[in-house]
């Protein structure tokens, strides 16, 4: 047994990737987020070395409240989804999307847009998604609208996926669930927030961290 105040190695992995999470957040800010005035040549990141992204990520945090000061506390695994890497958070959020969509993609089944987000979001993660999505039904979003668009159905499915993802973070933890918001597109967090009840949420809570997360990001799950 660890002696008391020792850092375990999951405890010291959790301390690193918090203090980098807030150090260098601007490697997880989702570009949608810059302000809208700022000239083109500062909405690439990436030209600029570690001393012009701090700069601009100080101007930012003037526009953005939620980027001020140093989150220290993620005891909670809702907390703790913030720490995720973007990629896996969009693979997370899209198995969110599966998850609201679920009769809407079964109907489609068979057809030409279905083998569209096979391809584009891959056919595992449809697959796994739907089938534990089954036990889900609080909420049943179409993408109807969007059908004659495959581009705009997977950014749509995603969007939504993402608010439930926020959502989910913010009845946890609302500080966390504000800077989570940043890693994804704003149209995401402009959407309407789902409203479910507390069975629900537990539903989706159990979707993400007993489902997708050991399925689908096996890496990360030390993490929750």
Known sequence: MAAAGMLTPDSA???RLLCAWNLHFDRALHPSWLPAEWPARFRNWDRFGPQGRRVLMQELRRHEPALDGFIADVDSREARLCLLPRQALTQLSTACGIVLHRAWIEDMAGKRLTRVLHLALGRPLMESAGQHAAAFDAVAESLSPYANTPRQVIDVLQER??????????RAAPEHGQRLALTFARAAFERAPYTLNAQQWQQVADLVFLCFIPEQLPAWDWLF
């Not at 996926?161 to 913010?170: E, F």
């Open 13 to 15: 992995r959790l301390a």
């Open 161 to 170: 996926g993402a608010r439930l993802l926020i959502d989910l973070t913010m």
